[in-house]
Nanobody
Framework: QVHPVQSGGGLVQAGGSLRLSCAAS????????MGWFRQAPGKEREFVVA????????YYADSVKGRFTISRDNANNTIYLQMNSLKPEVTTVYYC????????????????WGQGTQVTVSS
């Protein structure tokens, strides 16, 4: 499939961890920089983290540095988002997507969006 299929997420207590997965076709995952965004109701989609097609470069939003880790497994056409030390304020829907052009931290440059995964952190 062209559009990634997301899995993982769910409900966790503050301080806990979750891992999100994003699996797509070979062409999508191995050919593009892949990113994770999140979007709260009524707000714009917010950049979280991105990883280059080779996996050698990663880019993190300041708000998640040190707590979130992105990785990719091109052999299995999957990218992962490991989220540690979770806080209630990160509760929202998370999306993965492929960067088709533009800046890595702008949602407008991305396509092939996943279906979204709810992450809920309870206090």
């Amino acid at each position: 499939q062209v559009h990634p299929v997301q899995s993982g997420g769910g409900l966790v207590q503050a301080g806990g961890s979750l891992r999100l997965s994003c699996a797509a076709s070979v062409r999508t995952v191995s050919s593009y920089t892949m990113g994770w965004f999140r979007q709260a109701p009524g707000k714009e989609r917010e950049f979280v983290v991105a990883i280059s097609w080779s996996g050698l470069s990663t880019y993190y939003a300041d708000s998640v540095k040190g707590r979130f880790t992105i990785s990719r497994d091109n052999a299995n056409n999957t990218i992962y988002l490991q989220m540690n030390s979770l806080k209630p304020e990160v509760t929202t829907v998370y999306y993965c997507a492929a960067e088709l052009g533009g800046s890595y931290d702008s949602a407008s440059g991305y396509g092939y969006w996943g279906q979204g995964t709810q992450v809920t952190v309870s206090s």
